[in-house]
């Protein structure tokens, strides 16, 4: 992310030269194109170009074989794509080249700064307009089930990668807690604890951080709450033990290290739009029409590639999302 104070022209293009640095060590993934749009969301999502016999269901309520403790799979990494064929951004990029103010406001430095960062145990605390409001520990959310998808993931700032998540859908969790009729949007919140989070006691931003969603939203079928990647746990610098991901939206909207949600009738402030109202919006869908104030957002660097690629509106999930916005001017509700 980026301060309208703190901007320096050279920020969005940093990662090609970041590329050039490591690209001695990548290893480009070889993923099988997927024939075909699939028919509907649930085939979309759960078609994963990994080897037959080797599908790692992580959920072990599911398949009787019972995930580490910390719900990772332990099977070698497999070849990863989304569902267009397009390839998993490489796991030492996915883990080495973060946004994590708490951490630092250095990409590189998130990783050796989190590195210590203790996600055990821990416990989301439902609540608010719901009938049962509950706290999970984290292995109460495992035991929800978890899933594999393979998501684009688009930053604001013009980068993008390809994430093979795994983790327990946003939607499984809030029917358990049965949100009251009044229920209209979800805020989340991340972990205020400045000795853990040693960049909380700088104000570069205010803390704790905080996201929203819709009600609709949060509740759709393709927003995560994600516990790990490449069937890992999370590491501390990519959100542990678990972070949300809506996948049609810029990066900032899928908060780290979730220790708060909560269901109210008001749209709830948000981190990044209290901010700075003009260039980062509560609604923060991917659209490549819709420009950033400093920033065109019609194309983005794919994290591994050479060449620019075309930002895609909703990041490419406007079959599956675009319903959602019907009735909403995009360019005044960005
Ligand atoms: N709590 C918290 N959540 C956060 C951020 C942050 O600084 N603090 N950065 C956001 C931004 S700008 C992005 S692009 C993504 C980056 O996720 P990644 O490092 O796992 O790729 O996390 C988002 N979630
Ligand atoms: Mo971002």
């Known amino acids: 992310m980026m301060k309208p104070d703190s901007i320096k022209s050279n920020e969005i293009t940093d990662e090609s030269e970041y590329q050039q640095r490591h690209q001695w060590r990548r290893n480009f993934l070889r993923g099988a194109i997927l024939a075909g749009t699939a028919a509907t969301t649930t085939m979309l999502y759960r078609r994963l170009a990994v080897p037959a016999g080797s599908i790692r269901q ?12 910390d719900g990772a799979v332990t099977q070698p990494m497999p070849d990863y794509a989304s569902p267009e064929g ?19 406001t250095s990409k590189e430095g998130v990783a050796p700064r989190a590195k210590n960062f203790v996600t055990r145990p821990w416990t989301v605390e439902v609540t608010g307009l719901v009938h049962k409001p509950r706290t999970f520990d984290l292995d109460e959310l495992l035991a929800l089930g978890v899933e594999e998808r393979v998501y684009r993931f688009r930053c604001v700032e013009a980068w993008s990668m ?35 989070m040693p960049n909380q006691r700088s104000s570069v931003l205010p803390w704790p951080y905080v996201e929203g969603l819709r009600l609709d939203e949060a509740l759709h079928p393709l927003t995560l709450l994600s516990t790990g990647i490449y069937g890992k746990s999370l590491l501390p610098q990519n959100g ?14 899928s908060i780290k290290s979730v220790v708060k949600i909560r269901l109210v009738e008001q749209q709830p402030p948000t981190t ?39 930002t895609l509106i909703f990041n490419g999930y406007a ?16």
């Open 86 to 104: 397009e390839s998993a951004t490489d796991y030492d990029d996915i883990t080495g080249y973060n946004n994590f103010y708490e951490f630092s």
């Open 240 to 253: 542990a033990p678990i972070r949300l991901v809506v996948p049609w939206k810029y990066g900032f909207k």
């Open 162 to 196: 390809v994430i093979p998540w795994i983790g327990v859908p946003l939607s499984r969790l809030l029917s358990l807690v049965e949100p009251m009729g009044n229920a209209g949007f979800v805020a989340f919140q991340t972990l205020f604890d400045p000795q853990r």
């Open 319 to 334: 079959d599956q999302v675009g319903s959602l916005y019907s009735n909403l001017d995009l360019r005044r509700y960005f």
């Open 272 to 310: 990044w739009s209290d901010y700075a109202p003009e260039e980062y919006g509560f609604y923060s869908n991917v659209n490549p029409g819709v420009a950033h104030p400093r920033w065109s957002q019609a194309r983005e660097r794919r994290i591994g590639e050479w060449s620019m690629r075309n």
């Open 58 to 69: 992580a959920a072990g309520k599911q398949t009787g074989s019972q995930p580490a403790a």
